[in-house]
């Protein structure tokens, strides 16, 4: 399903594999002249101690300031000493043994691929320094304090803040130790022209300008204030915060006048090594790509989302993206900062499924489980993967190989272990390609720029927008890599906006639409790692992720809400692959206190590490803060218990093998995959329209809208004592959130607003009567919203006759006590024929699809007598939206769902099944016709 595609990175350690390092230091007990002596063995290796010292340059003093000085006594001296060595020690451990980029410790460098494995280790690797995001940080706070400096510096409107009543919202922009928490300005006079003014960059001093030309009679100095405010607060956002896609921030800074920043740098390492993957590595890494995305978890959160999407707005209706997550909209998916759904905390039956596969490998005594095609199925079945989920079309896979040799690798004899998936491709490469040479960055440019879409035809755009910590700038700066980028919430105008952007659904999922491109889908593509959650604006999340929410992602396989918190989860195994390691999360209170010998926790932990069968190399730590311990090594075991001395748990996980086809040299390596064949849409999607958010709130609008709930058949049978006399009244069932049973959504057009009134009291009275019979438990009014799919103004008044004529044959066929699928199916035909003007036969052979389920021979519908008036208002349906643009096929389609609706209720497998019987019964009728 996947092909690996000419883009790949390989990260590595910068320690020499020939590396010599002295005998680890003896910290089962104290012997400080030992520990001074290994340091200083250590410190000798230039490149660590300048790794050290880059990344950790309080401890590097500490580890000078003790090498220069006399021996001293004391126990505080000595325990001082003691973490000392002990943080050094995990220091040359992250060097050595760990291959995420930080600093100098490791770097990364290009893959090529070939007929064989190759691998050249260099040395004089390419040392890059940057502004670290902290130093961009306070160096902008103070450019824009100063007026002499932020006059000459271009400003303008952060695209993030709106307004809510008579306030500025800025989400977000306040940070400290609790988290973060939105701005809140009032939106006076003199604010609201400033946000106006500046939507495009502008100086600050030509914003200052235009305030005082409105406002002659207040003192520039007060204008200038108000904007530094503004930047404070981040409803401005000014040119000396750099872009993220400004990978040398310096050059920006200097582009618009900005002094450069001094102070804080962070560092990155260009590995001068050159490695070349045959084709063994590459297919073996697509097969377990393939592999995670079909036991991928469902996402019950967006599925959650659009189905109050489609509730709410309907299919087709195209809801600018700022609407739509804004206060008078849905807001954000449950999960979300600032959202207000709760997040769905049901178990699935893929929870249930892995917690069932990990106890009993537990009580097997296995540590690893072996995946192979009855799991694969069984699990991708408790995921919901029989449900039509695509994989995504292009993604990323970083792991391990382990093999003792370059001919092992070439002959398959070789362990794939993964580290981690991505949610598409450049998600974990993309904050490095600023390293390459320009050559190499084309080649990564021209892959990302040719990725397969999600939605046939759809433009992808390179998301930019700062994270909430400016910690992370460093890892959220990424070369400009697409021609279109998308900025939110950071300087700069871009080939896209967010005004320029809505949402739009049909019945199997959302995505994004640029109406002003004739509603072509759009992708946007975040082409870096900070965490989505935690990390990033909320608004960029959503951006972000609701391309790929109805995809099956490429993830690292999860042991999902139950097992997850289990003490012992075995590795799982796919041919050559790794997809999980074997994990032990290992309590401090199984083990000796701080008080017990060395010999006495050993011993105990001897004891615990054999029953639970812990590998002798275990990596220590979680996710990419990792250190790999030789757990036979004395100094080594005591890591492990001054970790566990700190922390009430250990998270173990088993180790990868050796690598001696790489000089046994840390490293992990990083695929872009595509879909080998693109798939084609297994469906036409919809007409687009922008929504109008037309909306009927009661007691100001033509309509009583009513939720009833209660036993819906019996309140259809006893709906005319309140409608009798009425015309145009409609109704629908609908499913009710979280329940099984569904309700009834019945809209009464009213003479005007002014009839509310006398309308809720007759309600209120029927209402009561059914309540005390026992068929109604409840009713709420509420607002309409018509749905854009049925048209505007004249086309939606004629698409709510064919309503009013069909719900009163549903209340026909459901009088005439006859089967329900059968009279169904009837009434499908008979809207077809209308609707075509005598075609409808036709039309459900050639678009209704007839595979699958048992034979309709011998249950077809009997012909239903003629509806007069549900014909004519289908006749005048049809001619409007011919007049407004509407696809007629998708019009057909609609009703003959919303036909189903009423007379049975939402239930896709009911509606396919009528479908196919409304089908038989024309394939029989034509060829009863032509005999």
Known sequence: MYEAVDAALIRTTTAPADLDLPPWPDLTCDDPAGWR??????????????????????????????????????????????????ALARYLLRWTTRATPYGRFAGVAPITFGPVTAVRSGENHRVVHRPSGQGIE??????????????????????????????????????????????????????????????RPILFADLAAELAAEAPSVAPPMIDALLAGLLAHRALVSAA??????????AHLTQHAVPAPDGRVMTDVRINDAVTLPPAVLREAERAATALTRIAPPMPVWEDYHRAFLDRYGPGAAVPVRELVGDTGLGFPAGYRSSRRRTPDTLTPLDLTLAQLAQQAALDGRTVVDLDEGLARRLAQASGQGLGREPVPHTELRFHLAAESQAEVDGGRFTLTVISGARHAGVSTGRFLYLLDAADLDRFRATYRNLPTTMPGALTVQLSGPPLMPAMTGTARVPELLPKVLPVGEFGEGAVSLDNLAVTGDAHRLWLVSPSREFRPVEPLLFNAVDLPAGQQPLLRFLAEIPYAWSAPCCPFT??????????????????????????????????????????????????????????????????????????????????RSHLDRNPTAPLTQAPGPAGWIDGRAHEITLTLTRRHTMPPSRTSRPVRLTTTLRHHPGRSPWLSVHLHGRTDDVLTRLGGLVDGVDGWWFIRYPTPGQVDQHLRLRIPLPGPDAFAGAAARLADWATALHDDGLLFDYTITTYRPEPRFGTGLTLA??????????????????????????????????????????????????????????????????????????????????????????????????????????????????????????????????????
Request: with cysteine; charged share 25%; aromatic share 6%.
């Open 37 to 86: 002596s290994w340091m200083r063995q250590v410190w000798a290796l230039t490149e660590f101690a300048d790794a050290v010292r880059d990344a950790a340059p309080d401890l590097a003093f500490q580890v000078d300031r003790h090498l220069d000085a006399s021996p001293a006594g004391g126990d505080q001296r000595l325990r001082r000493l003691r973490r000392i060595v002990e």
């Open 138 to 199: 306070q160096h902008a706070d103070q450019v824009e304090r100063r007026p002499d400096l932020v006059r000459r510096v271009p400003v303008m409107t952060n695209p993030l803040g709106y307004a809510r009543g008579r306030v500025w919202i800025v989400p977000c922009a306040s940070a400290d130790t609790a988290g973060t928490s939105d701005v809140e300005i009032d939106l006076t006079a003199p604010v609201r022209l400033a946000v106006d003014a500046a939507r």
């Open 241 to 250: 915060r750099p872009a993220m896609t400004a990978t040398d921030p310096t």
């Open 559 to 640: 042991w999902g809400n139950i097992a997850g918190g289990l003490p012992f989860l075995p590795a799982i195994r796919y041919g050559r692959s790794v997809l999980s390691p074997a994990h032990w999360t290992v309590p401090a209170a199984a083990l000796p206190g701080r008080g017990a010998s060395w010999s006495t926790w050993r011993h105990a932990w001897e004891q615990l590490s054999a029953a639970q069968r812990i590998p002798d190399a275990a990596l220590l730590g979680d996710r990419d803060v990792r250190v790999r311990l030789d757990l036979t090594e004395p100094a080594h075991l005591a890591l492990l």
């Open 798 to 931: 004629a698409a709510h006759q064919v309503f009013a004529a069909d719900s009163r044959a549903a209340l026909t066929l459901l009088a005439a006590q006859q089967d329900r699928s059968t009279g169904t199916a009837a009434g499908m035909l008979h809207i077809a024929d209308g609707f075509t003007l005598g075609d409808g036969e036709r039309w459900l052979i050639d678009h209704v699809d007839h595979r699958g389920g048992p034979p309709l021979r011998d249950r077809l519908p009997a012909a239903r007598p003629s509806d007069e008036r549900l014909r004519a208002a289908l006749a005048g349906y049809r001619a409007a939206i011919d007049h407004d643009g509407l696809d007629p096929d998708q019009a057909l389609a609609d009703l003959l769902h919303l036909h189903h609706a009423r007379t049975i209720g939402v239930d896709p497998d009911s509606e396919r099944y009528c479908l196919r019987l409304a089908r038989a019964a024309a394939r029989a009728h034509r060829a009863q016709s032509s005999l």
